[in-house]
């Protein structure tokens, strides 16, 4: 099968298209990508080395890490949980939980961030139980974790419910009848199936587990060396006039992009030429 | 008996699939169970595997060998299922396909490598694929597919042999093929089966007994040649082939034909028991047209039309059908052979 005809006929227009659309790319993604590693690099190769030395770089870098390790283990359990039960099962409330999934997609994530605040703060009713038993969620590590949690948790299961409704359960049913235990059937069976799709779910959450920005500003309350992640920091380095620092630390985020759009591309191909050889 | 269906009602929302279906499978046979969409067939088989759950019911059971297996999961049941579109799995070759069931087991009945290995050769040369271990389900054509499945769910020795539609997706020539070959394996492994049809002459070719079901209810068992000629019911002799339906009465050994519908009998005539003739034999034939005649096949089809307007369709054999040599136009008298009266409505 051919992707394109060679050669479109109509003369200029298309010539015209291809410009436009060109520049744009250009203008709004490739510029500020090279101008993020054109800044951090203003000042010479040894201050981009010296403002990873600071000891909030490290903590903000260490608190990302640590978030991204929580959220994307927990979301990819859920995701995969969700998505099972929705493609293999038809049950009450299914319609709902699948519009609930791409709640947080929908919602802006300053609001999602407040919710939090609005659940563990201290005014709230739990918050006075928190309190009493000296736990701190809201401007603490828990509390961060929690706002990731809630923005990446639709990207497995979003990626997964179509890939497994295609499948159908006609495998599943056939490991079980040859005696396989759940387990066995999942591990066999299932997750060799949506191995790919499983992926690249796990990286576009990762990417946006690392990246999120809005949502932990408003839960994290930016405590330098504390409750900074990567994104924070990068906003307080640069609301403070520290130009190299902030676009060193952007450059992280900017080359975590890079990374997952060719793992992201990747996956892509090997999905496509799975489908391929299995539509033969 | 080896499976008994006693009192079993399957219903999903207000549908009925399953009407309280009572049934025994003689032990070492081939049996079909035979009917059109939606009359409940796939239901029953998946049932019996366990893949679901029939109507909690005190008097409803499914016995294996005389021992209840409610609440019994599929894996414990040991049958073996071939699905409808195989089911294969995808990602393994041929030989991971047959050994998946052998694999899976755990503790005192573990299998050895070896013992694996030796189970997967035997199996693939008993469905004649000796060759093609390492090949993936893609790369099979159809039929191929087919017999893996039959021999992945063979590889753990099941009680029974259950098959959804095991020649639905196959084009017509293997379809026949395959037909025949299974026939063979089944007369050779003796394995008591089931098979799910809604082709007629599938069954009829290659079942030992034939469940008729219809709207969730069986309409007839028995033998293929009990219920191909002596249908029970009107269904039963429509689905079993292609059959016309007369209106009139019955005078003795005669069938008198009245064009008028209203309050009579109706009489089911298989096209193979029709005679043609030129000439009204007293008075007892009915009068038609020929608009059609196929001479092309090992029988001659023709298709008749009666005074108002209504198909008949008569098959002939060539020799027969050479004595008058009836074309397209000609005034014809079809006279029943054979014919079969039912006393409720039916309508085709």
Known sequence: MKNFPSKIAGGIVPVIIVTLSLLFVAFFLVLPLVAIFVEAFSKGYQAYIDSFKGEYAWSAIKLTLITAAVAVPANTLFGVAAAWCIAKYKFWGRNALITLIDLPLAISPVVAGMIFVLAFGQRSVLGGWLVEHNIKIIFAVPGIILATVFVTFPFVARELIPLMEEQGSMEEEAALSLGASGWQMFRRVTLPNIKWGLLYGIILCNARAMGEFGAVSVVSGSIRGKTNTVPLYIETLYASYATVPAFTMATLLAALALITLVIKTTIEWKIKRDRKTASK | ?348
């Open chain 2, 1 to 348: 008996m080896s499976i008994e269906i006693i009192n079993v009602t399957k219903t999903f929302g207000n549908f009925t699939a399953l009407n309280d279906i009572s049934l025994e499978i003689p032990d070492g046979k081939l049996v079909a169970l035979l009917g059109p969409s939606g009359s409940g067939k796939t239901t029953l088989l998946r049932i019996i595997a366990g893949l679901d759950v029939f109507d909690a019911n005190p008097k409803s059971d499914i016995r294996f060998k005389g021992r209840s297996v409610i609440g019994h999961r599929i894996a414990e049941r040991q049958v073996g299922f071939v699905f409808q579109h195989y089911a294969l799995f995808r990602h393994m070759s041929v030989f991971e396909n047959i050994a998946f069931g052998l694999r899976v087991r755990r503790g005192r009945n573990k299998f050895t490598r070896q013992q694996i290995k030796d189970r997967v050769m035997e199996l693939l040369h008993l469905i004649q694929l000796d060759t093609l271990e390492r090949r993936y389900p893609d790369q099979l054509s159809g039929g191929q597919r087919q017999r893996v499945a039959l021999a992945r769910a063979l590889a753990i020795e099941p009680q029974f042999l259950l098959l959804d539609e095991p020649f639905g997706a196959l084009d017509a020539k293997v379809r026949l093929n395959l037909r025949r070959w299974l026939r063979q394996l089944h007369d050779q492994i003796k394995l008591t089966s089931v098979f799910v049809t809604h082709d007629q002459e599938e069954a009829l070719e290659l079942a030992d007994e034939i469940v008729v079901l219809n709207q969730g209810r069986i309409e007839q068992e028995g033998t293929p040649d009990e219920v191909f000629h002596s249908p029970k019911s009107a269904f039963v002799m429509d689905f079993l082939g292609s059959v016309n339906l007369f209106h009139g009465r019955i005078e003795g050994a005669s069938v008198i034909f009245d064009s008028d519908i209203a309050g009579k009998k109706q009489i089911f005539v298989r096209p193979h028991e029709i005679d043609l003739l030129p000439v009204n034999p007293n008075g007892a034939g009915l009068s038609t047209t020929v608009r059609r005649v196929q001479l092309a096949g090992s029988i001659v089809k023709i298709e008749l039309l009666d005074k108002s307007k209504r198909e008949i369709f008569v098959e002939l054999s060539h020799e027969k059908y050479n004595v008058y040599r009836f074309s397209t136009g000609d005034t014809v008298f079809a006279v029943p052979q054979k014919s079969v009266v039912f006393e409720e409505d039916y309508s085709i």
